[in-house]
Protein backbone atom coordinates (compact mmCIF):
# COMPACT_ATOMS: atom_id res chain seq x y z
CA UNK A 1 0.00 0.00 0.00
CA UNK A 2 1.02 3.30 -0.80
CA UNK A 3 1.97 5.28 2.40
CA UNK A 4 -0.07 8.18 3.36
CA UNK A 5 0.94 11.86 3.42
CA UNK A 6 -0.07 13.00 7.09
CA UNK A 7 -1.35 16.53 7.07
CA UNK A 8 -1.99 19.25 9.47
CA UNK A 9 -3.40 22.23 9.04
CA UNK A 10 -3.69 25.77 10.41
CA UNK A 11 -6.81 27.85 9.84
CA UNK A 12 -8.06 31.06 11.44
CA UNK A 13 -11.67 31.28 9.55
CA UNK A 14 -13.75 30.24 7.81
CA UNK A 15 -11.83 27.05 6.37
CA UNK A 16 -12.75 26.63 3.08
CA UNK A 17 -9.46 25.78 1.27
CA UNK A 18 -9.16 23.35 4.56
CA UNK A 19 -12.27 21.46 3.22
CA UNK A 20 -10.97 21.62 -0.78
CA UNK A 21 -7.89 19.69 1.00
CA UNK A 22 -10.05 17.51 2.94
CA UNK A 23 -12.57 16.72 0.29
CA UNK A 24 -9.77 16.30 -2.30
CA UNK A 25 -8.28 13.87 -0.03
CA UNK A 26 -10.82 12.17 1.02
CA UNK A 27 -11.43 11.25 -2.99
CA UNK A 28 -7.93 9.91 -2.80
CA UNK A 29 -6.50 13.06 -4.96
CA UNK A 30 -4.04 13.89 -2.77
CA UNK A 31 -2.60 11.09 -1.77
CA UNK A 32 -3.00 12.34 1.77
CA UNK A 33 -5.12 12.58 4.90
CA UNK A 34 -5.80 15.86 7.21
CA UNK A 35 -4.77 14.47 10.62
CA UNK A 36 -5.26 17.66 12.67
CA UNK A 37 -6.80 20.97 12.27
CA UNK A 38 -5.61 23.82 14.68
CA UNK A 39 -6.25 27.40 14.99
CA UNK A 40 -5.28 30.68 16.56
CA UNK A 41 -9.40 32.08 16.79
CA UNK A 42 -11.83 30.02 19.28
CA UNK A 43 -14.52 31.16 16.68
CA UNK A 44 -13.07 29.90 13.54
CA UNK A 45 -16.03 28.38 11.69
CA UNK A 46 -13.72 26.26 9.66
CA UNK A 47 -13.25 24.19 13.21
CA UNK A 48 -16.76 22.82 12.31
CA UNK A 49 -15.44 21.36 9.16
CA UNK A 50 -13.03 19.43 10.59
CA UNK A 51 -15.24 17.92 13.39
CA UNK A 52 -17.96 17.32 10.46
CA UNK A 53 -14.92 14.93 9.09
CA UNK A 54 -14.24 13.70 12.55
CA UNK A 55 -10.63 15.35 12.60
CA UNK A 56 -9.60 16.58 15.81
CA UNK A 57 -8.75 19.87 16.55
CA UNK A 58 -7.66 22.42 19.01
CA UNK A 59 -7.01 26.22 19.40
CA UNK A 60 -4.15 28.49 20.41
CA UNK A 61 -5.73 31.60 21.65
CA UNK A 62 -3.06 34.45 20.47
CA UNK A 63 -5.26 37.30 20.91
CA UNK A 64 -5.52 36.15 24.69
CA UNK A 65 -1.59 35.54 24.84
CA UNK A 66 -0.64 39.10 23.12
CA UNK A 67 -3.32 40.77 25.86
CA UNK A 68 -1.03 39.11 28.52
CA UNK A 69 1.85 40.10 27.06
CA UNK A 70 0.70 43.99 27.23
CA UNK A 71 -0.85 43.74 30.40
CA UNK A 72 2.77 42.12 32.02
CA UNK A 73 5.99 42.18 29.60
CA UNK A 74 7.66 41.37 32.73
CA UNK A 75 6.46 38.07 34.47
CA UNK A 76 4.97 37.17 30.85
CA UNK A 77 6.56 33.63 30.50
CA UNK A 78 8.63 32.66 27.40
CA UNK A 79 9.55 29.41 25.90
CA UNK A 80 12.74 28.03 28.04
CA UNK A 81 14.41 27.81 24.55
CA UNK A 82 13.05 31.13 23.38
CA UNK A 83 16.67 33.09 22.06
CA UNK A 84 15.75 36.54 21.48
CA UNK A 85 18.67 37.22 19.71
CA UNK A 86 18.62 34.77 17.87
CA UNK A 87 15.01 35.40 16.55
CA UNK A 88 15.60 38.84 16.31
CA UNK A 89 18.49 37.95 13.63
CA UNK A 90 16.94 35.54 11.71
CA UNK A 91 13.45 36.91 11.30
CA UNK A 92 12.64 38.98 8.19
CA UNK A 93 8.93 39.68 9.11
CA UNK A 94 10.03 43.86 9.60
CA UNK A 95 11.74 46.67 7.50
CA UNK A 96 14.70 47.57 8.42
CA UNK A 97 14.52 50.56 11.06
CA UNK A 98 10.80 49.17 12.69
CA UNK A 99 11.02 49.99 16.14
CA UNK A 100 12.59 47.23 18.27
CA UNK A 101 10.16 47.68 21.11
CA UNK A 102 7.19 46.59 18.72
CA UNK A 103 9.48 43.51 17.02
CA UNK A 104 10.51 42.30 20.66
CA UNK A 105 7.00 41.98 21.48
CA UNK A 106 5.89 40.55 18.77
CA UNK A 107 8.70 37.40 18.53
CA UNK A 108 7.86 37.23 22.27
CA UNK A 109 4.16 36.76 22.05
CA UNK A 110 4.29 34.87 18.92
CA UNK A 111 6.86 32.25 20.19
CA UNK A 112 4.65 32.23 23.50
CA UNK A 113 1.60 31.05 21.00
CA UNK A 114 4.07 28.81 18.47
CA UNK A 115 5.25 27.08 21.85
CA UNK A 116 1.51 26.06 22.58
CA UNK A 117 1.14 25.17 18.57
CA UNK A 118 4.17 22.68 18.77
CA UNK A 119 2.56 21.28 22.05
CA UNK A 120 -0.31 20.31 20.66
CA UNK A 121 0.90 19.10 17.06
CA UNK A 122 3.39 17.03 19.19
CA UNK A 123 0.47 14.14 19.50
CA UNK A 124 0.41 13.90 15.58
CA UNK A 125 2.82 12.49 13.66
CA UNK A 126 2.35 14.61 10.86
CA UNK A 127 4.61 14.78 7.23
CA UNK A 128 3.20 18.52 6.00
CA UNK A 129 2.12 21.29 7.57
CA UNK A 130 -0.55 23.24 5.43
CA UNK A 131 -1.40 26.90 6.32
CA UNK A 132 -4.92 27.45 4.91
CA UNK A 133 -6.24 30.74 5.81
CA UNK A 134 -4.37 30.99 9.00
CA UNK A 135 -3.91 34.82 9.32
CA UNK A 136 -0.28 34.78 11.26
CA UNK A 137 2.82 35.01 10.45
CA UNK A 138 5.23 32.31 12.01
CA UNK A 139 8.75 33.09 13.42
CA UNK A 140 11.41 31.14 13.05
CA UNK A 141 10.81 29.83 16.58
CA UNK A 142 8.06 27.89 14.94
CA UNK A 143 9.60 27.23 11.39
CA UNK A 144 13.08 25.95 12.70
CA UNK A 145 11.29 22.93 14.71
CA UNK A 146 8.73 22.00 12.12
CA UNK A 147 11.96 22.25 9.30
CA UNK A 148 13.99 19.96 11.25
CA UNK A 149 15.87 18.98 7.99
CA UNK A 150 17.52 21.36 6.07
CA UNK A 151 16.97 20.03 2.77
CA UNK A 152 12.75 18.99 3.72
CA UNK A 153 10.29 22.08 4.08
CA UNK A 154 7.09 20.81 5.70
CA UNK A 155 5.31 24.39 5.73
CA UNK A 156 3.28 25.41 3.03
CA UNK A 157 0.84 28.33 2.68
CA UNK A 158 -1.31 29.43 -0.26
CA UNK A 159 -1.89 33.59 -0.43
CA UNK A 160 -4.56 35.56 -2.64
CA UNK A 161 -2.02 37.20 -5.14
CA UNK A 162 0.77 36.68 -7.45
CA UNK A 163 3.39 36.73 -5.79
CA UNK A 164 5.92 38.36 -5.32
CA UNK A 165 2.97 40.90 -5.51
CA UNK A 166 0.55 42.04 -2.92
CA UNK A 167 2.39 39.76 -0.08
CA UNK A 168 0.59 40.57 3.36
CA UNK A 169 -3.24 40.34 4.93
CA UNK A 170 -5.27 41.55 1.59
CA UNK A 171 -4.05 40.10 -1.67
CA UNK A 172 -7.40 40.34 -3.46
CA UNK A 173 -8.20 43.69 -2.02
CA UNK A 174 -4.56 45.03 -2.99
CA UNK A 175 -5.03 43.16 -6.89
CA UNK A 176 -8.45 44.94 -6.58
CA UNK A 177 -7.43 48.80 -5.72
CA UNK A 178 -3.84 48.58 -8.16
CA UNK A 179 -6.55 48.11 -10.91
CA UNK A 180 -4.65 44.49 -11.80
CA UNK A 181 -6.49 43.09 -15.36
CA UNK A 182 -5.33 39.45 -13.64
CA UNK A 183 -5.58 38.26 -10.33
CA UNK A 184 -4.54 34.72 -9.01
CA UNK A 185 -2.92 33.00 -6.17
CA UNK A 186 0.39 30.96 -4.78
CA UNK A 187 1.46 28.02 -3.04
CA UNK A 188 4.48 28.26 -1.53
CA UNK A 189 6.87 27.19 1.16
CA UNK A 190 7.68 29.39 4.06
CA UNK A 191 10.42 31.12 4.77
CA UNK A 192 11.67 34.19 7.14
CA UNK A 193 9.52 36.38 5.33
CA UNK A 194 6.14 37.33 5.00
CA UNK A 195 4.74 35.42 1.75
CA UNK A 196 8.26 35.62 0.45
CA UNK A 197 9.26 31.81 0.11
CA UNK A 198 9.84 29.59 -2.99
CA UNK A 199 6.71 29.06 -5.01
CA UNK A 200 5.10 25.61 -5.74
CA UNK A 201 2.07 26.44 -8.06
CA UNK A 202 0.17 29.38 -8.97
CA UNK A 203 -3.38 29.90 -10.87
CA UNK A 204 -4.51 33.60 -12.54
CA UNK A 205 -7.87 35.08 -13.40
CA UNK A 206 -9.40 37.32 -15.26
CA UNK A 207 -10.60 40.80 -13.86
CA UNK A 208 -13.12 41.90 -16.13
CA UNK A 209 -14.27 45.50 -16.20
CA UNK A 210 -17.02 46.26 -13.48
CA UNK A 211 -15.77 43.14 -11.24
CA UNK A 212 -16.30 43.91 -8.03
CA UNK A 213 -13.90 42.80 -4.72
CA UNK A 214 -16.53 40.39 -4.36
CA UNK A 215 -16.35 39.04 -7.86
CA UNK A 216 -12.08 39.18 -7.27
CA UNK A 217 -12.66 36.78 -4.44
CA UNK A 218 -15.07 34.11 -5.70
CA UNK A 219 -12.93 33.87 -8.56
CA UNK A 220 -9.51 33.50 -6.65
CA UNK A 221 -11.21 31.44 -4.14
CA UNK A 222 -12.18 29.17 -6.81
CA UNK A 223 -8.53 29.01 -8.61
CA UNK A 224 -7.36 28.26 -4.92
CA UNK A 225 -9.70 25.44 -4.03
CA UNK A 226 -7.59 23.48 -7.42
CA UNK A 227 -4.70 24.92 -6.40
CA UNK A 228 -3.98 23.73 -2.96
CA UNK A 229 -4.75 19.68 -3.44
CA UNK A 230 -2.70 19.72 -5.96
CA UNK A 231 0.08 21.15 -4.85
CA UNK A 232 -0.13 18.91 -1.71
CA UNK A 233 -0.61 16.07 -4.25
CA UNK A 234 2.88 17.03 -5.48
CA UNK A 235 4.27 16.87 -1.81
CA UNK A 236 3.13 13.82 -1.24
CA UNK A 237 4.07 12.11 -4.36
CA UNK A 238 7.91 13.12 -3.56
CA UNK A 239 7.82 15.72 -7.03
CA UNK A 240 8.97 19.08 -4.94
CA UNK A 241 12.53 19.90 -4.49
CA UNK A 242 13.81 23.38 -3.43
CA UNK A 243 17.04 24.36 -5.25
CA UNK A 244 19.13 27.27 -5.08
CA UNK A 245 19.43 29.07 -8.01
CA UNK A 246 22.46 31.66 -8.92
CA UNK A 247 22.00 33.99 -11.49
CA UNK A 248 24.54 36.89 -12.97
CA UNK A 249 22.79 40.59 -13.69
CA UNK A 250 23.74 43.40 -14.67
CA UNK A 251 26.83 45.46 -12.83
CA UNK A 252 28.40 42.23 -11.99
CA UNK A 253 25.91 41.55 -9.55
CA UNK A 254 24.73 38.13 -8.08
CA UNK A 255 21.07 37.03 -7.25
CA UNK A 256 20.62 33.41 -5.20
CA UNK A 257 16.87 32.35 -4.74
CA UNK A 258 15.45 29.49 -3.90
CA UNK A 259 13.40 27.69 -6.31
CA UNK A 260 10.65 24.61 -6.48
CA UNK A 261 11.27 22.04 -9.18
CA UNK A 262 9.02 19.80 -10.02
CA UNK A 263 9.98 16.54 -11.41
CA UNK A 264 7.67 14.73 -13.62
C1 LIG B 1 -7.96 32.63 1.38
O1 LIG B 1 -8.26 33.53 0.34
C2 LIG B 1 -6.47 32.54 1.58
O2 LIG B 1 -5.73 32.64 0.38
C3 LIG B 1 -6.21 33.74 2.45
O3 LIG B 1 -7.28 33.77 3.35
C4 LIG B 1 -8.43 33.16 2.73
C5 LIG B 1 -8.92 32.07 3.64
O4 LIG B 1 -10.10 31.52 3.20
N1 LIG B 1 -4.98 33.62 3.14
C6 LIG B 1 -4.22 34.68 3.44
O5 LIG B 1 -4.52 35.82 3.17
C7 LIG B 1 -2.93 34.34 4.17
N2 LIG B 1 -2.13 35.50 4.32
P1 LIG B 1 -10.61 30.13 3.78
O6 LIG B 1 -10.55 30.26 5.31
O7 LIG B 1 -12.01 30.06 3.30
O8 LIG B 1 -9.73 29.06 3.26
Known sequence: MTPTLRIGALISGGGTNLQAVIDASEAGQTGGQVVFVGSDNPQAKGLQRAARHGIPSFVVDYGAIIRRHRQARETFALPADFDLDEMRAKARLFPPGTDTRKVDAFLETRAAAEAE????????????????????????????????????????????????????????????????????????????????????????????????????????????????????????????????????????????????????
Not at 189 to 215: C, H, K, M, T, V
Not at 218 to 236: I, Q, T
Not at 258 to 263: A, L, R, Y
Request: proline share 7%.
Open 117 to 264: LLGAMQSYDFDLLILAGFMRNLTPYFIDRVNTEPDRPRIMNIHPALLPAFPGTDGYGDTYRYGCKLGGCTVHFIDYGEDSGPIIGQRAFEILPGDSLDDIKSKGLKEEWKLYPACVKYYAQGRLRVVEQTHSLPGGKTLRRKVVEISS
